[in-house]
């Protein structure tokens, strides 16, 4: 599976960001996905991930009620919607995927990666 994000930029605090992945080369239904941030001198981290058929998703907490996930199974696409952005937002976004069923938080268990998309939030 082969994945291209992309929708990052320079945004305002309290602003918006729609970022997008589109996956190809593979089942895109048969893989969970996720979204993951890694800020500059830190640890890649979970952000968000959606099961499947899109039923179930678990975010971070510092995210949860401020970013949602979905995705789009007949275009092969999930896309995080990022809402009342904070300078603590600021980081590259990798969007990953996951075969099999359980949605998950850990970086470790995502097998194919996106090249990332760099996110900026001004003070």
């Known amino acids: 599976v082969q994945l291209q994000a992309s929708g990052g930029g320079l945004v305002q605090a309290g602003g ?12 895109f239904i048969d893989h969970v996905m996720g979204w993951f941030r890694q800020a500059p001198g830190k640890e890649r981290e979970f952000v968000a991930t959606i099961s499947r058929g899109g039923g179930s998703t678990n975010y ?13 199974n007949a275009k092969n696409t999930v896309s995080l919607q990022m809402n009342s952005l904070k300078p603590g937002d600021t980081a590259v ?18 097998d194919y990666w996106g090249q990332g998309t760099l996110v900026t939030v001004s003070s």
Not at 16 to 27: E, I, Q, Y
Not at 60 to 66: E, L, N
Not at 93 to 110: E, L, M, P, Q, S
Request: hydrophobic share 35%.
């Open 16 to 27: 918006s960001l729609r970022l997008s992945c589109a996956a190809s080369g593979g089942a």
């Open 93 to 110: 976004y990798y969007c990953a995927a996951r075969w099999g069923v359980n949605i998950g938080f850990d970086v470790r268990k995502y």
């Open 60 to 72: 971070a907490d510092s995210v949860k009620g401020r970013f949602t996930i979905s995705r789009d």
